[in-house]
Each structure stands twice: as structure tokens, then as C-alpha cells.
């Protein structure tokens, strides 16, 4: 493994916030003072203003291949083309999950929730972030012809993929909807169970995003979310880069602080069903921080999770 002085003296790594070819869209930084080391993106913004840079961000990788997302400078998985590597450093294989289906996988995930979701035949299952409709396949394939699947996504490029996803596939209880987490147009106790993969990390409410999911919930019902935490704190320019928050990292909160918001939504029976490390590659960290600052991070014991959380209502 290249040390950090080894990586910093290649060449300039694509991983970073001004990494974006032409073909790629760059993403809008309002009121951001980059010089300001007080500043914290989740504060200097708005609610609105990050769920833009979201949508801004997803909208290009809807209309990418999982292929493009995965080696693109500016994908959401975090890849970094640097030395011709890709780093794909979140991402689960689906492959092997029953109702897979390639044309829906953007390779955007930091789990496999619906592998854990203990969903039954004609169950209804809401999927939150449904992108393409990955999961939203997967769970159909639980559900069968008696179930029914509900995606929410906001992103309308998004929506429009799954659909088309879903027409091909022939099913007619798999639908879209274009809305926002914390104010879906679903009626109360909806879900059997809720399925989310790497999306509630980049609700800025996240209070309100679980408040909502609670209440969609049929008592009795449970939901298995995959979601990046952390342990310790992130570098403050690495909280401050809108492309880490759209790569779901500066968007993330401490792991404790995270299954509270899930506990004070009403769930109970709250478990950790799957955890991982995620290991930064060095080209990333080199182009948020000094090579100092990143071995103080590397020795702070800080760290980036994906966890995938079961809970009840």
C-alpha cells in the first residue's frame, strides 16, 4: 500500500471537489466560505440547499451506467480514477439477491437492507431513496404477485429510470413516486416494512425523515435501513465539501446520535444487523486535508461505518 507522501507525489488525484470533467455536473457551493475554518456545511446551508446538491448530483447518475458511477470523477460511490484505479468503497454485490435486475444497480448503496428485511409474500414494502428501483425489484421478488412496492424518490431523473425499469420488467405492483422522505404522500401504517440503502445520510432533518417513517409504519411492522455513521469526527474540510455530502459522507452523524433519532421516532427493538469499516482511500484524503492532517485523522481512530439498522414499530 503507497504511503501518503508516495500518493500526494503522484499525480492529482480525481476524488476531490474540483475533480469534474466537462461531461459531469459541478456542484453548486452557495454561501460557502471555504476559508472560513469555523465553517460547517450542514449549518452554512439551508435544508433546501443541500437537497439541491443532491438532486443535482443524482440527476447526472441517473443517466450514467453503473459502470460510468462507479469510475466517474464525481460518482456517488466515492470513486476516485486516480492512478487509473477505482475505488468503489461503499458499494455492495447485489448479484447474487434474487430479483437483481443490472439496469436498476447505479452501484450506489453502503449495504444490503432488503437481504436483512425478513420480507413475506404480500407484504408491502416502501423503499426510500428507490433511485432505478434496485431494492425496489429485490423486494419485489420477496413479495411476489401479491405484495405490493412503493419507491420515494426525489429526484425526478431518478423516477423516471425506475418506471421505465419497471415497465420493462413487466410488474404491475412495483410504482414511483416523486416526493421527498420527510413528507411522503403515503397514508399512515402503509408499510409492512421500509427498506432505505445510503439515503436518510443525506436527509438534513433526519428527526423529521424518521418521524415519517414511523408513521407510514402499520404497528407491528419493521424497517432495515443500510446508512453510513461515524465514530469520532470527520476533518472540517471534509464536512465543508459538497461533493463528500453528496457522496454521503459529510452528511453522516456520530453512530450514537443516529440510532437516538431511530429510538425518539417510537421504534423499538432497535439492532445492528451488519457494520463495516470504510477504509478512505489516501488519494481521497489528500485532497481534503495536509499530508499531517491525514495521518492526525488516520491516528485519531475516527472512522467512517455502514451499519444496517432493524428496528420495529
Same mark, same amino acid.
Given at each position: 500500500?503507497?504511503?501518503? @507522501?508516495?500518493? /500526494?507525489?503522484?499525480?492529482?488525484?480525481?476524488?476531490?471537489?474540483?475533480?469534474?470533467?466537462?461531461?459531469?455536473? @459541478?456542484? *453548486?457551493?452557495? +454561501?460557502?466560505? #471555504?476559508?472560513?475554518?469555523?465553517?460547517?456545511?450542514?449549518? @452554512?446551508?439551508?435544508?433546501?440547499?443541500?437537497?439541491?446538491?443532491?438532486?443535482? $448530483?443524482?440527476? $447526472?447518475?441517473?443517466?450514467?451506467?453503473?459502470?460510468?458511477?462507479?469510475?466517474?470523477?464525481?460518482?456517488?460511490?466515492?470513486?476516485? %480514477?486516480?492512478?487509473?484505479?477505482?475505488?468503489?468503497?461503499?458499494?455492495?454485490?447485489?448479484?447474487?439477491?434474487?430479483?437483481?435486475?443490472?439496469?436498476?444497480?447505479?452501484?450506489?448503496? %453502503?449495504?444490503? *437492507?432488503?437481504?436483512?428485511?425478513?420480507? /413475506?409474500?404480500?407484504?408491502?414494502?416502501?423503499?426510500?431513496?428507490?433511485?432505478?428501483?434496485?431494492?425496489?425489484?429485490?423486494?419485489?421478488?420477496?413479495?411476489?404477485?401479491? +405484495?405490493?412496492?412503493?419507491?420515494?424518490?426525489?429526484?425526478?431523473?431518478?423516477?423516471?429510470?425506475?418506471?421505465?425499469?419497471?415497465?420493462?420488467?413487466?410488474? #404491475?405492483?412495483? @410504482?414511483?413516486?416523486?416526493?421527498?422522505?420527510?413528507?411522503?404522500?403515503?397514508?399512515?401504517? #402503509?408499510?409492512?416494512?421500509?427498506?432505505?440503502?445510503?439515503?436518510?445520510?443525506?436527509? *438534513?432533518?433526519?428527526?423529521?425523515?424518521?418521524?415519517?417513517?414511523?408513521?407510514?409504519?402499520?404497528?407491528?411492522?419493521?424497517?432495515?435501513?443500510?446508512?453510513?455513521?461515524?465514530?469520532?469526527?470527520?476533518?472540517? /474540510?471534509?464536512?465543508?465539501?459538497? #461533493?463528500?455530502?453528496?457522496?454521503?459522507?459529510?452528511?453522516?452523524? $456520530?453512530?450514537?446520535?443516529?440510532?437516538?433519532?431511530?429510538?425518539?421516532?417510537?421504534?423499538?427493538?432497535?439492532?445492528?444487523?451488519?457494520?463495516?469499516?470504510?477504509?478512505?482511500?489516501?488519494?481521497?484524503?489528500?485532497?481534503?486535508?495536509?499530508?499531517?492532517?491525514?495521518? $492526525?485523522?488516520?491516528?485519531?481512530?475516527?472512522?467512517?461505518?455502514?451499519?444496517?439498522?432493524?428496528?420495529?414499530?
Amino acid at each position: 500500500m503507497n504511503t501518503l @507522501e508516495e500518493t /500526494k507525489s503522484k499525480e492529482k488525484s480525481c476524488c476531490g471537489p474540483d475533480c469534474c470533467s466537462d461531461e459531469t455536473v @459541478e456542484i *453548486p457551493v452557495v +454561501g460557502l466560505e #471555504t476559508n472560513n475554518i469555523n465553517t460547517d456545511l450542514t449549518k @452554512e446551508k439551508s435544508e433546501e440547499e443541500l437537497k439541491q446538491i443532491v438532486k443535482e $448530483q443524482y440527476s $447526472q447518475i441517473a443517466l450514467q451506467s453503473k459502470e460510468q458511477n462507479e469510475s466517474s470523477c464525481c460518482g456517488s460511490t466515492s470513486a476516485c %480514477c486516480g492512478d487509473n484505479t477505482t475505488y468503489t468503497i461503499m458499494a455492495d454485490e447485489y448479484k447474487n439477491l434474487k430479483g437483481y435486475n443490472p439496469d436498476a444497480d447505479l452501484g450506489l448503496g %453502503c449495504g444490503l *437492507p432488503t437481504e436483512f428485511a425478513n420480507i /413475506k409474500a404480500g407484504d408491502t414494502v416502501v423503499d426510500l431513496g428507490s433511485g432505478a428501483g434496485n431494492d425496489c425489484f429485490v423486494a419485489r421478488a420477496e413479495t411476489g404477485d401479491t +405484495g405490493r412496492v412503493i419507491g420515494i424518490d426525489m429526484t425526478p431523473a431518478m423516477v423516471d429510470k425506475a418506471k421505465v425499469n419497471a415497465a420493462k420488467l413487466g410488474f #404491475t405492483n412495483v @410504482e414511483f413516486h416523486l416526493a421527498e422522505i420527510e413528507n411522503m404522500p403515503l397514508g399512515d401504517y #402503509t408499510a409492512d416494512v421500509v427498506v432505505s440503502n445510503c439515503v436518510m445520510n443525506l436527509i *438534513p432533518n433526519k428527526v423529521n425523515a424518521f418521524r415519517e417513517v414511523y408513521r407510514i409504519t402499520k404497528p407491528g411492522g419493521h424497517f432495515s435501513i443500510s446508512d453510513i455513521v461515524l465514530t469520532g469526527e470527520l476533518p472540517l /474540510k471534509m464536512k465543508t465539501a459538497a #461533493t463528500m455530502y453528496a457522496g454521503c459522507v459529510s452528511g453522516a452523524v $456520530q453512530k450514537d446520535e443516529y440510532l437516538e433519532i431511530v429510538k425518539n421516532a417510537g421504534f423499538k427493538n432497535i439492532t445492528i444487523q451488519k457494520e463495516k469499516l470504510i477504509t478512505i482511500p489516501d488519494q481521497i484524503l489528500l485532497d481534503y486535508m495536509t499530508i499531517e492532517e491525514a495521518k $492526525q485523522f488516520i491516528r485519531s481512530g475516527s472512522g467512517i461505518y455502514s451499519i444496517t439498522v432493524y428496528a420495529e414499530k
